[in-house]
């Protein structure tokens, strides 16, 4: 089972960037679909997610136009560029990997630890 690692987020001001990034360790990354995903206090939802070309690119409604999905993978990374960010944003953004392309949480057959992004007002 391979590992995955985020990092890229932090504390910003309404409108401005942040680029996350989850590093996958251990088994063959491009046969991997990957994903992120947030999780406020209440629940988790899906964000983002990209198949193992990069051929199928989904997102949550709330985040089109703003957030990117793109992965690289000789480099094993997974990555989001969240742009025009929000307060409704901020949560702690979790990278996820499947076997079976998919948005649902239960299907995800890896998860990373989580990196923390706050957007203030």
């Known amino acids: 089972q391979a590992q995955l690692e985020e990092s890229g987020g932090g504390l910003v001001q309404a409108g401005a960037s942040l680029r996350l990034s989850c590093v996958a360790t251990?088994?063959?990354?491009?046969?991997?679909?990957m994903y992120w995903f947030r999780q406020a206090p209440k629940e988790r939802e899906f964000v983002a997610g990209i198949?193992?070309?990069?051929?199928?690119?989904r997102y949550k409604d709330s985040v089109k136009g703003r957030f990117a999905i793109s992965r690289d993978n000789a480099e094993n990374t997974v990555y989001l560029q969240m742009n025009s960010l929000k307060p409704e944003d901020t949560a702690v953004y979790y990278c996820?990997?499947?076997?079976?392309?998919?948005?649902?949480?239960?299907?995800?057959?890896?998860w990373g630890q989580g990196t923390q992004v706050t957007v203030s007002t």
């Open positions: 996820a990997a499947s076997r079976r392309f998919s948005t649902g949480v239960v299907d995800m057959d890896v």
């Open positions: 198949s193992g070309s990069g051929d199928n690119i």
């Open positions: 251990g088994r063959t990354f491009k046969f991997y679909h």
